[in-house]
């Protein structure tokens, strides 16, 4: 187990929706990390948060947001979906921002399927 | 710009053979992370090592080993002795040092399938 908790571990919903994914950091971990799973495009990295604050954008399409909050939870909205966002998110997490610190462990992960 | 690359695609093997998986990468930092992530068939990640781009020597952990060469921008892991519950998706990932307000995001190969067959 690695510390990470991602919820709902699936999620099935129609072309148009929008839904949140949610994740809980390991404890003390400040960073929080998103990324995509898609047989196509493989592992992206979507966002980082550090500390409440964006740090860096990769990938991440435009209908798509995220937040950190006070406790460090984050939650990753997707809006109007279509059916290429069926895919598996993970979210990981690491102490801080420098890269000796940066050892992300990552979430089981949530299986998103759009119909 | 950073770039991954596994070659092996699928990779099958009978229990107790030696894999090697492949790994090489591009990058223009001097200052980097490599790493490696096994994806079991119940889909999460899980860690399995991390080198600095100052360390070349080679490790190893029960019946794993990796060879990290900066010469050949390789990061070549072998698993001695293989058995059935290895079999899984491997990842090799980079991560750059950017300093005060980067990302050290991961950067991601695209894994290579390992079957170990009884």
């Known amino acids: 187990d690695s510390g990470v908790t991602q919820t709902p571990k699936h999620l099935i919903t129609a072309t148009g929706q929008r839904v949140t994914l949610r994740c809980s950091p390991r404890s003390g971990d400040l960073s929080v990390y998103w990324y995509q799973q898609s047989l196509d495009q493989g592992l992206q990295f979507l966002i980082q948060y550090y500390n409440g604050e964006e740090r860096a954008k990769g990938n991440i399409l435009e209908r798509f947001s995220a937040q950190q909050f006070p406790d460090l939870h984050s939650e990753l909205n997707l809006s109007s979906l279509e059916l290429g966002d069926s895919a598996l998110y993970f979210c990981?997490?690491?102490?801080?921002?420098?890269?000796?610190?940066?050892?992300?462990?990552f979430g089981a992960g949530t299986r998103l399927s759009v119909l | 710009a950073q770039k991954v690359t596994q070659a092996q695609t699928e990779i099958s093997v009978v229990e107790k053979e030696d894999v090697t998986l492949d790994c090489v990468y591009e990058t223009r930092d001097t200052t980097y992370y490599l790493f490696w992530y096994k994806q079991p068939p119940s889909g999460e990640l899980v860690f399995l090592i991390r080198?600095?781009?100052?360390?070349?020597q080679n490790e190893i952990s029960g019946r794993y080993s990796w060879n990290f060469q900066k010469s050949t921008s390789s990061f070549n892991f072998t698993i001695t002795a293989s058995q059935v519950v290895d079999s899984a998706v491997y990842f090799c990932a980079l991560s750059e040092a950017l300093g005060q307000g980067g990302s050290e995001k991961l950067v991601f190969g695209k894994g290579t399938k390992l079957t170990v067959n009884p």
């Open positions: 990981a997490s690491s102490v801080g921002t420098g890269i000796a610190k940066n050892i992300q462990y």
């Open positions: 080198r600095n781009s100052f360390d070349e």
